[in-house]
């Protein structure tokens, strides 16, 4: 089992850059799939990025395609979510989670509370 926890949120202008992380505060990351998602006001929960057990393999919605990138440092038990080009769409509460399965297709069963970030046009 592990307890996530989401960092690095904020407010930000459109065009700029920003780094989450999602560290395991019980728990060792390195066996899990790791995922991100985001969830905007008035709108159903959505799949943003995705990486395999060892970072070999990830997926990514097409919306943040060649935007975002989903890293991850085991040595270090963090997955991080690296944000360029912030659109004011890209505004949402951002969430980890964890998959038992190390490869797609995952299954998502841990999640943490969430880090908001809002960008300004």
């Known amino acids: 089992q592990v307890q996530l926890v989401e960092s690095g949120g904020g407010l930000v202008q459109a065009g700029v850059s920003l780094r989450l992380s999602c560290a395991a505060s019980?728990?060792?990351?390195?066996?899990?799939?790791m995922g991100w998602f985001r969830q905007a006001p008035g709108k159903e929960r959505e799949f943003v990025a995705a990486s395999s057990w060892s970072g070999d393999s990830t997926d990514y919605a097409d919306s943040v395609k060649g935007r975002f990138t989903i890293s991850r440092d085991n040595a270090k038990n963090t997955v991080y979510l690296h944000l360029n080009s912030l659109k004011a769409e890209d505004t949402a509460v951002y969430y980890c989670?964890?998959?038992?399965?190390?490869?797609?297709?995952?299954?998502?069963?841990?999640w943490g509370q969430g880090t908001q970030v809002t960008v300004s046009s």
């Open positions: 989670a964890a998959s038992r399965k190390r490869l797609s297709p995952y299954e998502f069963h841990y």
């Open positions: 019980v728990g060792t990351l390195s066996t899990y799939g």
